[in-house]
């Protein structure tokens, strides 16, 4: 077995511990296996959750047509 195959412990047990659609099963693993395998712990994983879900995120206003400001958008940029 060449040494580029060589699997470490942590990432033996995550081979084990993939479930049936190839992802980690992230609910099994304690928060030192996590953080060895670079994964977020429990606590990183409920705060990035808790910002995703912001009551204040909301889309970007969307301009309809050109802007009138825009030198090149009128055709007055070019002076060609």
Known sequence: MSGALRL????????????????????????????????MDRQQAAEHERLTVLPHARLAVRAHGPDPEDIWATGGGFDG
Not at 8 to 32: C, D, I, K
Request: aromatic share 0%; net charge positive; glycine share 10%.
């Open 8 to 39: 470490t412990a942590a990432q033996q047990l995550a081979e084990v511990r993939r479930v049936r659609e190839g992802r980690l099963n992230t609910a099994a693993m304690g928060n030192r296996l996590r953080r060895t395998l670079g994964l």
